[in-house]
């Protein structure tokens, strides 16, 4: 079994339906683009993870690609709603930001993939989140932590990490479940750290770089870009990428510079007299 993590969106706004009375029902997987005939695989009802995030657990099928449709109902008082924009790419939850499929897409490289051209597309991606983790000094995926017996803050959902006491944390915390207990107290599931697969333009910088990486490989069977071969086939002309910043460019490392873990250090502090005798704290700084 695994998991999948949706979003629902309704009249192009993020939708949260377990907050309005309704709910996210299931989710039909396909072989083809068409979605028709009889599905591969349903799942569902699926369980609300936190606002406007529902999780699917899925059953185990063969590597590939999955054209899904997902079933929702957007609040009490409204019809369901179906979404025909779902694509799964199987494996789910290797730790790899983006899937071997998407680099195909990039490549223009026709499905299904096989076993030795997934293999190949996987290690660039690995490469291209090894370049990544560098540039940000940290890793690129969350830490689980676990509260035994804490009791949440009042005033905030339980979903929500600022509801739950932390020590010693000074980077993005996210709530992965909530476990009820006596006596109005919890065990509750976290993770710590930077979540690169939920970050945009960190999975479009490693498809991209992945993409690229195989594309001006020969050995690895993307090609280059031709646009013209002559008709002795003695001389070819390549498509020429557009320069950095201009549209259509490729996404460079210092795009993603807003990820990196900022360091804080405090100011020292001179002791003071205590009021009304001295004049406050004094701070200074190295």
Not at 78 to 88: E, F, G, L, Q, S
Not at 166 to 185: F, P, S
Not at 224 to 244: C, D, F, H, K, L
Request: glycine share 8%; with cysteine; net charge negative.
């Amino acid at each position: 079994m695994t998991v999948y993590d949706y979003q629902p969106v309704y009249g192009g706004a993020a939708c949260d339906p377990g907050s309005n009375g309704g709910s996210v029902s299931r989710i039909d997987l396909y072989t083809a683009p068409e979605r028709t005939g009889a599905p591969a695989a349903t799942a569902g009802p699926a369980a609300r993870l936190r606002a406007a995030t529902y999780r699917f657990t899925l059953p185990d099928l063969p590597d590939g690609r999955y054209w899904c449709t997902v079933t929702f109902t957007p609040g009490a008082n409204t019809h369901p709603a179906t979404d025909r924009t779902v694509k799964i790419d199987f494996p789910l939850g290797t730790g790899l930001l983006a899937s071997a499929e998407q680099i195909a897409d990039k490549l223009n490289v026709p499905l299904p993939l096989s076993a030795a051209q997934r293999e190949a597309f996987r290690d660039a991606i690995a490469d291209a989140q090894s370049d990544v983790a560098g540039h940000l000094g940290r890793p690129l995926l969350p830490t689980p932590r676990t509260l035994t017996d804490a009791r949440p803050l009042f005033g905030y959902d339980l979903l929500d990490a600022r509801a739950w006491p932390l020590n010693g944390v000074d980077d993005i915390v996210t709530v992965a479940g909530v476990t009820e207990k006596a006596d109005d107290r919890y065990d509750v599931d976290l993770l710590v750290g930077l979540d690169a697969a939920a970050e945009k333009p960190i999975v479009r910088y490693v498809v991209a770089h992945a993409a690229e990486t195989l594309r001006n490989d020969p050995a690895a069977g993307g090609g280059r870009r031709v646009t013209s071969v002559s008709a002795e086939g003695q001389s070819i002309s390549y498509e020429a990428a557009p320069s950095a910043g201009q549209p259509g460019s490729l996404p460079t490392l210092d795009s993603l510079n807003d990820f990196r873990k900022l360091l804080l250090r405090p100011l020292p502090v001179v002791p003071a007299q205590p009021w009304p005798y001295g004049q406050g704290r004094r701070y200074t700084r190295w």
